[in-house]
């Protein structure tokens, strides 16, 4: 009897001493975790203000204004800006129907 009594008496501090291993586990854990989600949180926020910095460099005003600036260009006179159309779509393939019927014409 006595030695069934120390058997359980044992078996319970070994049962005790793995749920305090366990929770000690457990909020380790859960600390980690709330640092991950922090971070998380951060780098989302970074991404945020990098893609609204990325817009704000390729605005079409801050290129006209470094392109007059600090480059020296400047928008061709009117007169001298022609428009080509282009015969095909692009990306198209060229059928040789159509240019053998072209130049027949």
């Not at 005790?16 to 457990?26: D, E, G, I, R």
């Not at 605005?59 to 020296?72: C, D, P, V, Y």
Request: with cysteine; glycine share 2%.
């Amino acid at each position: 009897m006595i030695r069934i009594n120390i058997l359980l008496t044992l078996i319970l501090i070994a049962c005790a001493l793995s749920v305090v291993t366990s929770q000690h586990k457990a909020r380790k854990l859960f600390v980690e975790l709330e640092k991950e989600q922090q971070l998380a949180r951060q780098l989302a926020e970074e991404w945020g203000q990098l893609q609204l910095e990325q817009s704000t460099w390729a605005t079409h005003a801050r290129i006209e204004k470094i392109a007059t600036g600090q480059l020296q260009m400047r928008l061709p006179d009117p007169k001298r800006i022609q428009i080509i159309p282009l015969s095909q779509p692009v990306g198209e393939p060229v059928d040789s129907t159509d240019s053998k019927e072209a130049s027949k014409s």
